[in-house]
């Protein structure tokens, strides 16, 4: 599975940004996926997740509320909504699949994008 992110980019406090992940190769509709983030000097760190039918969503506490993760099979893509951005919501962030049907909220992925920057300034 090859993962690509794009849709980062520069957005004031309160805004908002949707980030993509297209997919390609096999099992894609068998793969959890989910979405990380690493700010500089910070370990890589779960921002949300989804299992392979989309009925399952998970999301770190620091993000509930503001982002939703979404996926379309038919187009082998997941989404990241992110609405009400932070400062504290800069990051690179980065898409990830899991060869299981459950998505965990480790970053014990098989695969990874190749991250898309977010910056939010105050």
């Known amino acids: 599975v090859q993962l690509q992110a794009s849709g980062g980019g520069l957005v004031q406090a309160g805004g908002s940004l949707r980030l993509s992940c297209a997919a390609s190769?096999?099992?894609?509709?068998?793969?959890?996926m989910g979405w990380f983030r690493q700010a500089p000097g910070k370990e890589r760190e779960f921002v949300a997740a989804?299992?392979?039918?989309?009925?399952?969503?998970y999301y770190a506490d620091s993000v509930k509320g503001r982002f939703t993760i979404s996926r379309d099979k038919a187009k082998n893509t997941v989404y990241l909504q992110m609405n009400s951005l932070k400062p504290e919501d800069t990051a690179v962030y980065y898409c990830?699949?899991?060869?299981?049907?459950?998505?965990?909220?480790?970053?014990?992925?098989?695969?990874w994008g190749q991250g898309t920057q977010v910056t939010v300034s105050s």
């Open positions: 190769g096999r099992t894609f509709g068998g793969n959890a």
């Open positions: 989804i299992n392979w039918s989309g009925g399952s969503t």
């Open positions: 990830a699949a899991k060869n299981t049907f459950v998505a965990v909220t480790t970053t014990r992925y098989d695969y």
